[in-house]
């Protein structure tokens, strides 16, 4: 299933598409995990590197996720925004000391607010291409096998695969409408002015929700007359047998896991404080 769109899977040769879903799926949960517990930024900068990297060895093309990636980066920046309007001076609190940089008052800006909210960007900017990886790579049957053989109800992981496998779909559809309103003279290009844009953009969504309904009811038509949910478990044909590969992956993504609990014990906490 090799799709020309924006966001989806695409079968590749690299070795990461041979990983199994459910590995993929544990190392992917097992790093995050662990990201969102540390603040320690050595820990967190080698997790950006790492997962940078893998998108270079999994040969996902820059395009294919820079809209996700700007998206990403601006929710993030409006996030540390509100938290630097709102909590100014959680960092001093946090770390126990206070280095300040300018301002005064309610809104003086320290060292430490800063340190605090950089390692915050820091989880943001390592765990969306983990996300790209895990999705560009994995086939959507594998990855619902995947859910399923670590514990999740085979209904709900087919619904995962479904989703996956319907997003290119959707981006397929908006692409049609839009070519059809540009045709009837409607500018929506990058040429448009933003507010020409926006516009065009709510004239699509209509046409894009019931072209949705439709799909939906076709699909929820298709497995009803195929009995879908009829038994309590289900054979998948896209599941794959643990490799050698596998089991270096997971020995890969425990010795992390253990780097991330050293430092937390080294750091008698969550938090590495150069303050002190």
């Known amino acids: 299933m090799a799709v020309n769109s924006l966001f989806g899977y695409k079968a590749r040769d690299t070795w990461l598409n041979q990983i199994t879903g459910t590995v993929k799926l544990v190392g992917f949960l097992a790093l995050t995990t662990m990201g969102m517990i540390s603040y320690d930024t050595r820990f967190l900068l080698f997790l950006v590197l790492l997962s940078f990297f893998l998108i270079q060895t999994a040969h996902i093309k820059y395009h294919e996720y820079a809209l996700l990636l700007k998206l990403a980066i601006v929710f993030a920046i409006l996030n ?22 300018f301002g005064s008052g309610y809104f003086t800006i320290t060292q430490e607010q ?17 996300s790209i990886v895990l999705l560009f790579t994995t086939n959507p049957s594998e990855f619902a096998a995947g859910l399923n053989k670590i514990g999740i109800p085979y209904k709900i992981a087919y619904a995962f695969a479904i989703t996956l496998r319907y997003i290119p ?5 908006y ?9 009837r003279g ?25 072209s949705s309904l439709n799909r939906i009811d076709t699909i929820s038509q298709a497995m009803e007359l195929r009995r879908f949910g009829r038994y309590g478990q289900r054979s998948w044909y896209q599941s794959q047998k643990m ?10 993504a425990i010795i992390v896991v253990l780097m991330g609990f050293g430092l ?9 404080n150069p303050f002190r």
């Not at 800063?114 to 983990?130: Q, R």
């Not at 937390?264 to 590495?272: A, D, E, P, Q, S």
């Open 80 to 101: 540390l925004v509100m938290i630097t309007v709102l909590a100014p001076q959680y960092g001093v609190a946090l770390y126990g000391t206070r280095h300040v940089l």
């Open 114 to 130: 800063v340190f605090y909210e950089f390692n915050l960007f820091l989880k943001y900017l390592f765990s969306l291409p983990l």
């Open 169 to 173: 779909d959707v981006q397929s559809d």
């Open 175 to 183: 692409q049609t409408i839009s070519f059809a309103h540009q045709a």
């Open 186 to 210: 409607y500018e929506i290009s990058k040429k448009a002015t933003l507010w020409q844009r926006a516009k065009g953009g709510t004239q699509i969504i209509l046409p894009l929700v019931f």
């Open 243 to 252: 490799a050698f590969r596998d089991i270096m992956v997971l020995v890969g």
């Open 264 to 272: 937390l014990f080294l750091n008698n906490g969550r938090l590495y």
